[in-house]
């Protein structure tokens, strides 16, 4: 599968943005979506991800009650829905593809198959 992320910007603290995940080139249904970011001079890390389905979600300690994950699989896309956001949210924001398994659900903060480009998310002060 193909993955290509939008919707990244420049946006104040406070502020929402949304971000979207197109796959293309297989049955979207059949894979588990992440996003993870990585901010300059950091890891990788998880923020959010959502099973083939849609009816599993699972988010990291420091989003929680702040971003959002759905999946549409109609359209073929996944969005994160990003609130409140803060100057440590900024980073480039991945979205990973991870087929259809039952490891998913032990993995899912690190096991993915086919990455998107990333798309800049700048939270200023």
């Known amino acids: 599968v193909q993955l290509q992320a939008s919707g990244g910007g420049l946006v104040q603290a406070g502020g929402s943005l949304r971000l979207s995940c197109a796959a293309f080139g297989a049955t979207f249904s059949r894979y588990a979506i992440g996003w993870l970011r990585q901010a300059p001079g950091k890891e990788r890390e998880f923020v959010a991800a959502?099973?083939?389905?849609?009816?599993?979600?699972y988010y990291a300690d420091s989003v929680k009650a702040r971003f959002t994950i759905s999946r549409d699989n109609a359209k073929n896309t996944v969005s994160l829905q990003m609130n409140s956001l803060k100057p440590e949210d900024t980073a480039v924001y991945y979205c990973?593809?991870?087929?259809?398994?039952?490891?998913?659900?032990?993995?899912?903060?690190?096991?993915?198959?086919?990455w998107g480009q990333g798309t800049l998310v700048t939270v200023s002060s």
């Open positions: 959502i099973s083939w389905g849609g009816f599993t979600t």
């Open positions: 990973a593809a991870k087929l259809k398994s039952s490891r998913w659900y032990q993995e899912y903060r690190t096991s993915y198959d086919s």
